[in-house]
């Protein structure tokens, strides 16, 4: 549920109908469920590996709470007032591209702003059913996101632009609000640490 507004899989359908837009239909179902499965392996990486990566990097949980919030609130900042999610450089080169399901849609897209999320999740866990349950999780973001792409098309075009626009800003306020208590826990955890309390 915590991943489900950050990946927004509806919100990235105008994008991947965009970029997908003189391919066939078998061609789009292909780069959607490649698009799937790519989402599921980059967060499934990091929600196995994320305590060794922060030790490698020398990064407490605290310190990604804050990095990751401060990542979340800005993806919901853009969502909640329509910018654009990839520039316009990223657009013209991903139009070009023949293969578009994990870079641009994938990485960064998509899965960017649940990697913190994933991350600082990993951290709390003290059991293995805690990662098969977050497992089952990511694998439910990644089928949602297929139907999403493959149903997509009829979607845009009852909602329109308006609609579409509409949906978005409703998930960037909620998407915005779970930033903002990343950075309110990261930020109280870091002051305690730094100044506790005797």
């Not at 990095?67 to 991903?94: F, I, N, Y």
């Amino acid at each position: 549920m915590a991943l489900f507004p950050i990946a927004n899989p509806i919100g990235a359908v105008p994008v991947f109908y965009t970029l997908t837009a003189t391919e066939t239909s078998s061609q789009r179902h292909q780069q959607a469920l490649q698009t799937a499965i790519n989402v599921v392996l980059v967060l499934a990486v990091f929600l196995v590996a994320g305590r060794w990566i922060l030790e490698f990097f020398g990064i407490s949980l605290n310190v990604l709470r804050l990095a990751g919030g401060l990542l979340v609130a800005h993806t919901a900042w853009e969502m909640v007032t329509v910018c654009q999610r990839l520039t316009p450089s990223e657009k013209d080169e991903a139009m070009e591209k023949e293969d578009i399901s994990f870079t641009p849609m994938a990485v960064p897209l998509i899965s960017g702003p649940a990697i913190g999320v994933v991350t600082s999740l990993s951290i709390s866990f003290n059991h293995w059913v805690e990662y098969l349950e977050s497992l089952v999780g990511i694998v439910l973001i990644g089928i949602s996101l297929y139907l999403c792409f493959v149903l997509g098309e009829p979607l845009i075009k009852s909602l329109g632009r308006n609609g579409v626009g509409a949906l978005n800003r409703v998930f960037g306020f909620f998407i915005l609000a779970i930033g903002v208590r990343f950075i309110a826990d990261g930020s109280i955890s870091l002051l305690k640490e730094a100044f506790p309390i005797k």
